[in-house]
């Protein structure tokens, strides 16, 4: 794997210093995203209704997203691994801790999806990181994820893409 793309060392201190503020991202960006969920949109500013980031947090591809921007400022597939699932474990947690004790109702299912999503992570994430690597197989993973994300983005039937066209 070293022939796709060779990981970096970096010191303790960097390592616990930069996992730490990931989580503490992932916390704030969870937070923020329930609070837009338990606000109503007609209470919101006006940019905030228009940008309609009260969906925004709840999409995959948002997720995918702040993935691949760790992926491309790490180090190592480990390193990756590590980060991404402390952003999302702060993420998720945060989420639901706030949903449980704050908005006071417990979605056990829904929540469920989540959680699996963030410990599937680490091991999407090993792989995913010699995306930006050289080679036949870094252009494979680079192409799963655009076409993952590009999926996100689109919708893809008579509105947008037309089926009958193709």
């Known amino acids: ?49 228009v940008l309609d980031l009260r969906n925004f947090f709840s999409r995959m591809g948002v997720w995918i997203f702040l993935a691949v921007l760790i992926s491309v400022y790490s180090k190592s597939p480990v390193r990756f691994a590590i980060n991404v699932f402390l952003l999302f474990v702060g993420m998720v947690g945060s989420y639901y801790l706030y949903t449980v004790m704050i908005a006071g109702f417990f979605p056990k299912s829904y929540m469920m999806i989540w959680v699996i999503m963030t410990v599937i992570s680490p091991f999407m994430a090993f792989v995913c990181w010699y995306a930006k690597g050289k080679g036949i197989i870094a ?28």
């Open 139 to 166: 252009i494979f993973i680079s192409s799963i994820i655009f076409m993952l994300i590009s999926r996100q983005a689109f919708a893809f039937g008579f509105w947008y893409f037309g089926i009958l066209i193709l």
């Open 1 to 49: 794997m070293n022939e796709i793309r060779r990981p970096i060392n970096i010191s303790l201190s960097r390592k616990f210093l930069y996992s730490t503020l990931i989580f503490i991202i992932g916390i704030i960006l969870g937070v923020i995203s329930k609070v837009l969920d338990e606000t109503a949109s007609n209470l919101l500013p006006y940019f905030l209704e």
